[in-house]
């Protein structure tokens, strides 16, 4: 059962151009989201994150929006750099006595110079 | 800098062989997370520490242990490793469990 789900494995796009990359999720119950980015042989560090209270969340040349009526976020990166070619995972919080996060599969983006 | 540490970074055991992975961290949270993460998939949690209180998936094999005998650090134990238990182990921590995680680099488990 995956409440967390990331529908593309990979995204390629010319540098300068925009990322999109989108997070669909079953669980009405998540009240926080995050993306996440992985460089090979390291672990994922932390992107940024949206309240379920809010629809966008805005650092810099990154931007994750939040739908929930269609139970959908997404990341958009603005200029897209090569440096930013790298896993994206989306994850998902809820709380259950404590906090729990589900991640999505992850989406490879490919930035071409 | 305060990080996570993961030690070894590449672990082969041979199948039925226990291994133990290890997880340091310097940032002081409270919770300690570790994840399984099979190639192109999602990082799976196995279980999580809120401090001292442990906190088992129910899905999570009884073939998998974990300690944290101090705040800083937390084990893995695999007691009867398959080769189904080939994957990269991810530790975590976060202060409260509310907000971002904080990754090590991982650990890649190689079965034979």
Redesign the interface.
Known sequence: DQQVKQNSPSLSVQEGRISILNCDYTNSMFDYFLWYKKYPAEGPTFLISISSIKDKNEDGRFTVFLNKSAKHLSLHIVPSQPGDSAVYFCAANYRTGGFKTIFGAGTRLFVKA | DAM?I?NPRYQVTQFGKPVTLSCSQTLNHN?MYW?QQKS??????LF?Y?DKDF?NEADTPDNFQSRRPNTSFCFLDIRSPGLGDAAMY?C?T?R???????????TRLTVL
């Open positions: 996570v993961q919770v994840y192109s998939q999602a990082p799976k949690l999580h809120y906190n991810l975590a976060s409260d469990g509310a907000n971002e995680q904080f990754f090590g680099p991982g």
